[in-house]
């Protein structure tokens, strides 16, 4: 009974990493599609959002099979409840990609050269810290999941001066009021995707030390 529960436990872990590349996959191309403006790309991200949604369902609900036909404690019971969380904000970040998709349709109808900001230190940023949330689940590296949780504050930063520049912008081209507001919404898109990979650290900071650190100061 026991080696089928670790079989179990390392399927789910697999399940979860599995999901975590896809997930990645969809933030990198995201960040394509705002580099090019290009509307197929983001056509492709909102296209495939089901294979996520699909996948977020089936390992939560072989989390919860587990949990009830084993009753597990522990860390093997921390491991299954930090799954389902971060089952969660993978799936979450998949929707801000989806977002962003939806960003980028908006903006190759109300195309202009009149204003550009770069986006690329935001979005490296934020693909930058899912990644290393996930290799901090995978290696189950406490120093790691800390670092991830500091990096937030510099997309904070970004977002901040997004929204000053954009909000001067429109006030001074009135004109290109669409296409202003939905350039910004992407800053706030990428800056939710950094704060569901901070979730995601945080949950593998709970996950390895077995302490909740949700709204500490670092």
């Given amino acids: 009974m026991a080696r089928h529960f670790q079989k179990e436990l390392e399927k789910v872990k697999k399940m979860i990493l599995s999901l975590g590349a896809m997930v990645e996959e969809r933030v990198r191309q995201s960040w394509k599609a705002i580099e090019t403006i290009d509307p197929a790309i983001a056509k492709q991200i909102v296209r495939t959002d089901h294979e996520i949604d699909e996948m977020e369902v089936e390992i939560e609900e072989e989390c919860l099979k587990i949990m009830a036909l084993h009753q597990p404690v522990a860390i093997d019971l921390r491991f299954l409840t930090a799954v389902i969380k971060i ?11 989806v977002n962003i998709a939806e960003r980028i349709a908006t903006l190759d109808k109300h195309r202009t050269d009149k204003f550009f900001f770069d986006y690329e230190p935001m979005a490296s940023e934020a693909e930058e810290m899912l990644k290393l949330s996930l290799d901090a689940l995978v290696n189950m590296d406490v120093d790691l999941a800390f670092k991830v949780v500091t990096m937030d504050d510099e997309v904070d930063d970004i977002h901040r001066q997004a929204y000053r520049l954009i909000r001067d912008e429109m006030k001074a081209h009135p004109d290109l009021i669409i ?9 706030r898109h990428l800056e939710r995707i950094a704060d569901h990979a901070t979730n995601i650290a945080e949950e593998v900071i709970y996950l390895i030390e077995g302490e909740i650190v949700r709204h500490a100061q670092y």
């Fill in 87 to 97: 089952n969660n904000d993978l799936e979450r970040i998949a929707d801000e990609a």
């Fill in 179 to 187: 296409f202003l507001m939905n350039y910004y919404l992407i800053s």
